[in-house]
């Protein structure tokens, strides 16, 4: 029986519910924001690097502010780990309604992407070589985009030298600001990593679940077992079928995840003292899985015309929605607004 055979005997949910934010913005986060704009004045371009598997949720509104109207390029990394349509998709949906550069990258593989970007610079640069003697980039991003890995492509293939920035699968690797890395002799072109920055809050529950997911938000603040149970949710809708049965040596497809769980930690021995099921040690293996590519190269946003429409509608436009604490000030400065009015009229009637 196949995988689609399988599943269409399978009861499978409808939606994903699922209603408590996820916010991670620590300190050295704050602080990096600050150095940004501090040292935006010295910088001729921005690389804004997002995420290919989350092309809308890896947006960051706060870069909005940061950035300004500062030359932009965005760059779309973990290309090789996204379907390639996705490309196609991004560029239509975004070319009328934002006026930056796209461009797709696997900055661990792609060399003749990663030469587009030194490109884009070069070009830039030898307009104009009295102005731009030192050709300056800073490169900013969500948490564990690839942000340093396409730092060390540019140097590796613009310098022909190894490793400038630190990497690593958690996010939070890059916690300050860079000294300036040199990535291309002729014409001078530095360039300077920053922290990853999460939005200080993200008001759509499922859009902080997808980050999470990719590895932009630490598992132990998002949850494992939420960030699980949604790729259960995900893979079961793929169009076409995802064979994950093949992947992680399951007997049958499943829409729950404690049954996903009692089968995987027994396909991988994940057992505790007494025969007890290691979860954490299972629902970590699961998400490797997906972070690894194992099961594909899937886009967990939806980029139908009216799904990005309504992206943009609820977090590119208007005003910037309010962090749970900036939240509860406002409540607070309102109550306090209102005693004030109602002992200045009390007072007025005596």
Known sequence: ???????????????????????????????????????????DLIVETRDARIPLSSINRQFESIVGSKERLVVYNKADLAPASVQRMVERELKNRTSNQVLFTDALGDNASVKRILAVATANALANPVKFSQYSIMVVGMPNVGKSSLINALRRVGVHRG?????????????????????????????????GVMAPHIHDPETAVKVALTGGIK????????????????????????????????????????????????????????????????????????????FGHHCLDDLDEASVDAFFAANLLGPTPLSRNQEKKAKRAEQRKRALEKRALKSHQT
């Open 163 to 195: 490793k400038a920035a630190p990497t690593g699968a958690k996010p939070g690797v890059t916690r300050t600001l860079s000294c300036k890395i040199k990535v291309l002799d002729s014409p001078a072109i530095y360039l300077v990593d920053t922290p």
């Open 1 to 43: 029986m196949s995988i689609k055979e399988a599943l269409a005997l399978t009861h499978l949910r409808s939606a994903f519910k699922f209603e408590k934010t996820i916010n991670w913005f620590p300190g050295h986060m704050a602080k990096g924001v600050k150095q940004m704009r501090d040292q935006l004045r010295a910088v």
């Open 219 to 294: 598992d132990d603040v998002a949850d494992q077992s939420v960030l699980a149970d949604y790729l259960l949710f995900r893979l079961n809708r793929m169009s076409p079928a995802v064979d994950y049965c093949s992947v992680l040596r399951i007997d049958r497809p499943t829409d729950d995840l404690n049954d996903l769980v009692n089968m995987v930690a027994a396909r991988i021995g994940a057992l505790r003292k007494g025969c007890e099921l290691d979860v954490e040690k299972t629902l970590a293996f699961i998400l490797r899985a997906y972070r690894d590519g194992k």
